[in-house]
């Protein structure tokens, strides 16, 4: 049996006793460790658990997935994924690959960033597309995510913006020469996405456009979610290029229309109180 198991955003003790119950009977543990990270080390899970973890990279997954499998064809065998294990698109695939070899497979669900961005205020059910801003680079700057957002927001709609993760990334050089040479880890900060989000509304200002999204949009920055050290602040797309959060893993909503108690709750949480002055909420059922 494969088992797929989500650890929640926080630290060992998020798991389901479900999931505890399902490492614990498994032979192989593998944690996955390129789509997210939990507050905690994967000493501090092993120890929780009672288990050695095998970490999990992209490449592993990619170019093993078939080992790991084989191996879950003649034990139990549990894949470890922060928050929900279909929080990222990336393992459909593993579901997949184990039904084609024949390999039955469980799900145990848990919480993800998808979800308890409810924590700020924004009703779930206003949220549109979600979206990813990945890093941009002296060469590529893509502006595909700002499009969504300002169709989210045009229809009325919040939109979670997940910010990009750069981990055993190697660069273009060593890539090309083949060298198996990675680059530091880096977790993009609300900060970098508000900048680039401001450099995008500038650029296509000064080409006449009126964007649907200005540097006074209300937005809401959020950075370790279900953390002890879990962080809140809402104000406008320029503030939120400033505010301080501290370490990753951050995350951006831009809101939409908000409903008047979606609005109160911001305020809990607001930089300056007068980022709201010349916000008018729409929604009123």
Partial sequence: MLYLVGLGLG??????????????????????????????????????????????????????????????????????????????????????RAVKLGIPYKVIHNASIINAVGCCGLQLYNFGETVSIVFWTDTWKPESFFDKIEKNRQNGMHTLCLLDIKVKEQSLENLMKGRKIYEPPRYMSVNQAAEQLLAIIQNRTLQGEK????????????????????????????????????????????TGTMHPLELEMLKLFSVDSSSFENNVCQRTT
Wanted: net charge negative; proline share 2%.
């Fill in 11 to 96: 630290d060992a003790k998020d798991i389901t006793v479900k999931g505890l119950e399902a490492v614990r009977r498994c032979r192989r543990v593998y944690l996955e460790a390129y789509t997210s990270v939990l507050t905690v080390g994967k000493e501090a899970l092993e120890e929780f658990y009672g288990k050695e973890l095998i970490l999990a990279d992209r490449e592993m997954v990619e170019q093993e997935a078939d080992s790991l499998l084989k191996e879950a064809d003649v034990c139990d065998v549990a894949f470890l994924v922060v928050g929900d294990p279909f929080g990222a698109t990336t393992h459909s695939d593993l579901v997949l």
């Fill in 211 to 254: 964007p649907e999204i200005t540097e006074n949009t209300v937005c809401v920055a959020l950075a370790r979610v279900g953390a002890l050290d879990e962080k809140i602040a809402s104000g406008t797309l320029q503030q939120m290029s400033t505010v301080e959060l501290g370490a990753p893993l951050h995350s951006l909503i831009v």
